[in-house]
């Protein structure tokens, strides 16, 4: 059965600093992309960030990109979003997930973690 789980999401002024992890089980880690979304309320869900399975490639989305790093630890299987001087509208919940086929569909994703900033 796999499973994947976030964790790391809380309240935080702007301009502090998150960390968010994801742990999977119950696949081949390795196999996949990995990815964070986030889904803030009444608005549509966005890819934030995406790492290729051997941690060579990542892509952010442009809101994010200089202070959001994107990781992962194929050992551990486990994957991390670094947040930096983060700003309110980075309030959301922030999902982990995993893609077996790039040109395909997300497979498994995560319950998500709230993550709230405050100005």
């Known amino acids: 059965q796999v499973r994947t789980v976030e964790s790391g999401g809380g309240l935080v002024q702007a301009g502090g600093s998150l960390r968010l992890s994801c742990a999977a089980s119950?696949?081949?880690?390795?196999?996949?992309?990995m990815g964070w979304f986030r889904q803030a309320p009444g608005k549509e869900r966005e890819k934030v960030a995406e790492?290729?399975?051997?941690?060579?490639?990542?892509s952010y989305a442009d809101s994010v990109k200089g202070r959001f790093t994107i990781s992962r630890d194929n050992a551990l299987n486990t994957a991390s979003l670094q947040m930096n001087s983060l700003k309110p509208e980075d309030t959301a919940i922030y999902y982990c997930a995993l893609q077996l086929d790039p040109m395909g569909r997300w497979d498994y994703w995560g319950q998500g973690t709230q993550v709230t900033v405050s100005s």
């Open positions: 119950g696949l081949g880690f390795n196999s996949y992309l």
């Open positions: 790492i290729s399975r051997t941690a060579r490639s990542a």
